[in-house]
């Protein structure tokens, strides 16, 4: 959860989850045994005395927090059991340990509190209240002081219709009853509420429909009015993707829109006014954040391929590529030589669609020829690959051009930033389309004497992975893959993964009405084409991704005698983000099964 201010601006709430939602092993059996015993604080941080107030909230699960109106009040939120403890009791009487799957699902909530702080000169004391228990669990929570409510974002572990996702209001004069503020198949999130508290502007993308269909649409920026529902877009005008926003102190808004692989800042004054670009820097702003005064100042992170990230800090939006750098986090990066990249376009030849990537040349050979290539494709499969720096397990195209490969990152058919209907293509063919966009741009690679037709791989996470699978059925060219978090067949993820929405969507129904799109688009029913030696990785708890899709992956190409590695990752799930060591071990061993796959020789054997 992201840190709070406080109205004043003099402190700073922290919610500091040790155990959060996710973390509870059983998904299909909710129960008060697996809820944590650990004592749970909210941490206010004073930006005046530097120091820190612990705030005990007992022993919860704690989901999300908001001020009040001053800094002496906030609402917070933890998850509960609407199962009464009676019932728990007489049902494990019952029925023992027995799984009633649906009916326990019905039992996940969420219980808001506000908590009163009085603070004295060395101590503090709070007062605790219950203000409504709700049938859903809560991401967001928004108090609004003009007419004493609050908003909030309602999610489930499991999300079988997008319409589970939605925005209501709570009246704190009146608290027996809930206002639907959303209804519809979008994914509602990042919740702000404007200067004249009359407007709650969020970020939503899913599917909205049009002359009787459901088409997807890439992230927007809405603005819902609180006094009468009324929602309307801002940045109608912009074909690419909103990645984020903040509201300035005249009520109009900065808009970080990502054009292609570029992100850059925008503003708007209204909705009915056309975007006004600001002039920048080419590369990736995030995270814009405002002074409380009128035309402060404007501080963001920046980065590019070249640059790492850092936050800087500018007096003047007009002034923006005179911004100072307030850090230096990543000066290490800045003392080595980095891979030089360039944008890389092709076109598929089958619908004549323009498709781009990144390349990322090894150090000290910007536009060789006859390079190694290694095929590295994002996930999502929305969010792109972009002029941007990171450093991590899951953005490695530096680590591995710097290893001496040519990475081509491609922005194939489904990401966002290049319009709806670009975006729109994945759907119902969610691997042949895109499959065919980045197989050829490996072609024209080749055709171009950039890439080394007989030292190829292919690697990906999460839908990454699902094409990397898709890829080595497609094709034996790849001398080697790097299959993460991947499915293999569509019909067991719909049944077993927390999201049946996303199947459904991308397959383009459900597996009874559509069963040849699920056949055809499941790399498992291609198996007996691999040649590809295959590492896999998994995380023991992944939700998104099965882990059985890669024990499927896994054992179908022992059976095919075809060199393959599984590494399973205890406790984590699809982001790999409790122990640090397992990120470090991932790239690890990819790294050394590309280089001991580097040539064509077992290919050309088995063959």
Do not use: C
Request: glycine share 6%; charged share 20%.
């Amino acid at each position: 959860m992201k840190p709070q201010w406080s109205p004043s601006g003099s402190w700073i709430a922290v919610l500091l989850d040790q155990n959060p939602i996710t973390n509870v092993t059983n998904s299909h059996h909710p129960s008060s045994e697996e809820y944590p015993k650990a004592n749970e604080y909210i941490y206010l941080y004073s930006v005046i005395s530097n120091e820190w107030l612990p705030i005990y909230i007992g022993k919860v699960m704690p989901l999300t927090l908001t001020w009040s109106n001053d800094d002496f009040s906030l609402y917070f939120v933890t998850f509960t059991l609407m199962q009464p403890k009676e019932d728990q009791n007489s049902q494990k009487i019952e029925w023992k340990d027995v799984i009633q799957y649906r009916l326990s699902k019905s039992y996940e909530g969420s219980s808001i509190y506000r908590i009163d702080i009085e603070k004295n000169n060395q101590t503090s004391s709070t007062k605790r209240s219950l203000v409504k228990n709700v049938p859903f669990l809560i991401t967001e929570l928004l108090f609004v002081p003009l007419e004493e409510k609050l908003v909030l974002m309602s999610y489930s572990t499991l999300i079988e219709k997008m319409n589970i996702i939605e925005m209501y209001s709570l009246n704190l004069q009146n608290v027996s009853t809930l206002s639907r503020l959303t209804n519809n198949d979008l994914w509602e999130r990042e919740l702000r509420l404007s200067n004249d508290n009359k407007h709650v502007l969020f970020l939503a993308f899913g599917s909205e429909s049009s002359q009787g269909k459901l088409n997807a649409i890439q992230q927007r920026l809405y603005s819902l009015d609180l006094t009468n529902g009324h929602v309307e877009r801002l940045g109608k005008d912009f074909d690419g993707s909103i990645a984020g926003y903040m509201i300035k102190s005249d009520g109009s808004v900065y808009i970080l829109g990502q054009l292609g692989t570029e992100t850059q800042i925008y503003t708007q004054q209204s909705p009915i006014h056309k975007l006004i670009y600001h002039q920048g820097w080419n590369g990736t702003y995030e995270q814009i954040s405002l002074s409380s005064k009128r035309n402060g100042p404007i501080a963001f992170i920046y980065s590019s391929f070249e640059q790492p990230k850092e936050v800087y800090l500018v007096d003047n939006i007009d002034e923006l590529p005179s911004a100072q750098a307030l850090t230096n986090e990543n000066k290490l990066f800045t003392q080595r030589e980095l891979p030089q990249t360039k944008i890389y376009q092709w076109k598929n030849n089958e619908d004549q669609r323009t498709i781009e990537g990144i390349s990322h040349y090894p150090p000290g050979k910007f536009q060789s020829k006859s390079l190694p290539l290694f095929l590295l494709i994002h996930g999502g499969p929305a969010p792109a690959s972009s002029n941007s720096f990171t450093a991590d397990w899951y953005t490695w195209a530096p680590l591995a051009a710097s290893e001496g490969w040519l990475v081509l990152e491609p922005n194939y058919r489904g990401t966002f930033g290049y319009g709806d209907e670009f975006h729109n293509e994945v759907f119902r063919q969610p691997l042949s389309r895109p499959g065919r966009d980045v197989l050829l741009g490996v072609d024209q690679l080749v055709n171009d004497g950039i890439a080394d037709p007989n030292r190829l791989a292919v690697g990906g996470y999460s839908y990454g992975g699902f094409l990397t699978n898709w890829l080595i059925t497609q094709t034996t060219r790849f001398n080697a893959a790097l299959s993460g978090a991947g499915a293999v067949e569509h019909t067991s993820s719909w049944g077993t993964i927390y999201m049946p929405t996303f199947i459904h969507s991308l397959l383009g129904g459900y597996p009874w009405e559509v069963p040849q799109n699920y056949l055809y688009e499941s790399p498992i029913y291609h198996l007996s084409r691999v040649r590809t030696p295959t590492h896999i990785i998994t995380g023991e708890k992944d939700e998104s991704t099965k882990p059985s899709q890669s024990f499927m992956l896994e054992r179908g190409l022992h059976y095919l005698g075809i060199p393959v590695q599984l590494l399973v990752f205890p406790n984590e799930g699809h982001g790999l983000n409790k122990n640090p060591w397992y990120g470090k071990i991932k790239v690890r061993e990819e790294l050394k099964w590309l280089h001991k796959y580097d040539n064509q020789s077992w290919v050309i054997m088995k063959n």
